[in-house]
């Protein structure tokens, strides 16, 4: 069984187009992340949930919201799509906050827009 | 100015050695401080974190943080070919919202 899963694995869309990436975590964690890496394999936090409420909100435009429906799902919402948006967004989970291990990584959505 | 700083690399050290990946960070206010491990064409794995100074041993990784000198480094002894990946320093800020900033990584490969 897989213990985190995003769907889908490729998005291809264009310009302007709302999107959306799910995550789901079959592990009983409490706390789920998004992570974005750029072309250059930068790689950056963007949201953090702990039980449903949000506990770290990095700098990154209002286009993205995070929603977590649940302490297993914590969904990715992109409205207007932009090229600087192509990019592979990881989603994670772990037991506790960002220095709890394990933390579970999923396979990665590669994002790309044209 | 990078908030947090790793050379690039390629690090190249035979196997058997040790190596040695350094990061600096600019934040005074960083608190938590994480080493990460990225295979190619892989997710990314949390594979240590320190938050006191000194140095925090887990197998064969060494993590050692120096809060003046805003200075941690990851020690991986006895490399072996399967620890060439790319190593993500990353620092936690404090505040309402915990700041995470990530360094651009560096590259590591074991020569066999």
């Known amino acids: 069984d897989t213990a985190v899963s995003q769907t889908p694995k490729y998005l291809v869309t264009q310009m302007g187009n709302d999107k959306s990436i799910k995550c789901e975590q079959n592990?009983?964690?409490?706390?789920m992340y998004w992570y974005k890496q750029d072309s250059k394999k930068f790689l950056k936090i963007m949201f953090s949930?702990?039980?449903?409420?949000?506990?770290i909100n990095e700098t990154v435009p209002n286009r993205f919201s995070p929603k977590s429906p649940d302490k297993a799902h914590l969904n990715l919402h992109i409205n207007s799509l932009e090229l600087g948006d192509s990019a592979v967004y990881f989603c994670?989970?772990?037991?506790?906050?960002?220095?709890?291990?394990?933390?579970?990584f999923g396979d990665g959505t590669r994002l790309s827009i044209l | 100015q990078k908030e947090v700083e790793q050379n690039s690399g390629p690090l190249s050290v035979p196997e058997g050695a040790i190596a040695s990946l350094n990061c600096t960070y600019s934040d005074r206010g960083s608190q938590s401080f994480f080493w990460y491990r990225q295979y190619s064409g892989k997710s990314p794995e949390l594979i240590m974190f320190?938050?006191?100074?000194g140095d925090k041993e887990d197998g064969r990784f060494t993590a050692q943080l120096n809060k003046a000198s805003q200075y941690v480094s990851l020690l991986i002894r006895d490399s072996q070919p399967s620890d060439s990946a790319t190593y993500l320093c990353a620092t936690l800020g404090d505040g309402g919202y915990q700041k995470v900033t990530f360094g651009t990584g560096t590259k590591l490969q074991v020569i066999p």
């Open positions: 320190i938050y006191s100074n």
């Open positions: 949930y702990n039980n449903k409420e949000l506990i």
């Open positions: 994670a989970s772990s037991q506790g906050g960002l220095g709890s291990r394990p933390q579970h």
């Open positions: 592990l009983g964690h409490d706390t």
